[in-house]
């Protein structure tokens, strides 16, 4: 099976009468895919395999995969798996990048006025904020003095992404959540630790917007694009970023500078997010489905994909100087895959989520103290681990 999409290309037109194969294609309904579909007729010419390609939203393509694809046999030769349900399908996939940018109003730090009024108070340079202290420093400052509504935008939406945020925060201040253990997954979280990183979001939740305990990604993002006065910092997924910095959609594109989370006590850290592209076992396309995974996953199509506003997960697409100074978000993105943590994987892994979220939001909020959230989350995740049998 040859790796590279050329070598494939000549592979295939030395072999006279070789027998046409389709493979089927399951994927989420989003840009990406969408964009991708545009090149797939030049594939089919150049090696003789057709591409059937079904987009579904993410619940649909849950369903479709669940009755669609066992150890025995399959509708699909590739299937696209979102991070929540890798566990759940893995034993049914062949062995085989999404992560937090920051972002920070660039309109506001090289303001002279609000720079020379930080620098008076604080004693450094407004800017990019590098850690969770200056977050604070620069988010209150501007937040006292009318300049923002929101020092911070925190997410408290949907539980997998709550469950991220609070993975940032313990990885930030040297602490894992779960790791595998003998075979299985075993909750090693260091609670003083995770007190620390609670307390710190919550510090950051006293200079976030009105209604921030409930914020999720379409909020955040008219808090931030739909405000001149809005937020000054927070995460961003990469897909998203597009919306950001479309002036039809945005006041404040070309207004906005990335880089790599903001660091804690223990490091720098940019939490993972992962679409996975699998081929099932049962397929018996294996080798075409490889192919086109190879070809897509090529330089030429992840620069093509770069101009086309999606972002591939190659360095060098990403650090590609030709889109140094038109996409200035790429190269945060290859400098966060630095700092990549994983957020756990297990089958049981939705009711942690629930569970951290719950704790989670009661914690940073005030409505719980953050050591009995926190022991609240290692105990009712350790019930789940138990009755599950690890």
């Known amino acids: 099976m040859k790796k590279a999409y050329i070598a494939l290309v000549l592979a295939l037109a030395v072999v006279a009468g070789a027998a046409a194969q389709t493979i089927n294609v399951l994927f989420w309904d989003d840009a990406y895919p969408r964009t991708l579909m545009e090149r797939i007729p030049e594939f089919e010419k150049a090696t003789g395999i057709k591409v059937n390609f079904e987009i579904l939203q993410p619940p649909q393509v849950f369903t479709k995969t669940s009755v669609s694809v066992t150890k025995d046999r399959t509708d699909y030769d590739l299937v696209c798996v979102d991070e929540g349900n890798i566990p759940l399908f893995a034993s049914l996939m062949l062995p085989y990048g999404n992560l937090y940018v920051w972002m920070t109003r660039k309109d506001i730090v090289e303001n002279p006025k609000h720079k020379a009024g930080f620098k008076a108070q604080y004693g450094y340079e407004l800017g990019v904020p590098q850690t969770f202290q200056q977050m604070i420093d620069m988010g209150t400052y501007l937040q006292k003095n009318g300049v923002v509504s929101g020092g911070f935008g925190p997410f408290n939406g949907g539980p997998a992404g709550v469950f991220g945020e609070a993975i940032f925060m313990y990885e930030s201040y040297g602490t894992k959540f779960i790791e595998w253990k003998g075979g299985k997954p075993v909750v090693v979280l260091d609670k003083a630790k995770a007190i620390q990183g ?6 950051l939740m006293g200079i976030s917007p009105k209604g921030a305990e409930t914020m999720a990604h379409v909020e955040r993002q008219a808090a931030f694009c739909a405000d001149p006065k809005g937020v000054f910092t927070q995460f961003i997924w990469p897909a998203q970023i597009a919306s950001y910095e479309d002036p039809n959609k945005s006041l ?3 207004n906005i500078l ?18 996975a592209v699998n081929i099932p076992t049962s397929s018996k396309n294996k080798d075409a489905a490889a192919e086109f995974v190879y070809w897509w996953a090529s330089k030429e199509i992840a620069s ?3 101009e086309k506003n999606t972002v591939p997960a190659r360095i060098d697409a990403l650090t590609d100087p030709k889109f140094a100074k038109s996409k200035p978000w790429l190269a945060a993105i290859a400098d966060s895959m630095k700092y990549a943590a994983e957020r756990p994987r297990f089958k049981e892994v939705a009711q942690v989520h629930d569970i951290v979220k719950k704790y989670w939001i009661m914690g940073i909020t005030g409505q719980m103290p953050t050591d009995q959230a926190t022991q609240k989350i290692i105990d009712e995740t350790n ?4 009755k599950a049998g690890y």
Do not use: C, I
Not at 198 to 203: F, I, L, N, R, S
Not at 260 to 273: I, K, L, S, Y
């Open 383 to 386: 019930d789940v681990l138990k």
């Open 198 to 203: 609670m307390e710190t979001y919550k510090t």
């Open 258 to 275: 990335y880089s790599a989370p903001p660091a804690g006590p223990a490091g720098r850290f940019a939490v993972r997010g992962t679409w």
């Open 252 to 254: 404040v594109a070309g």
């Open 304 to 306: 093509w994909l770069v």
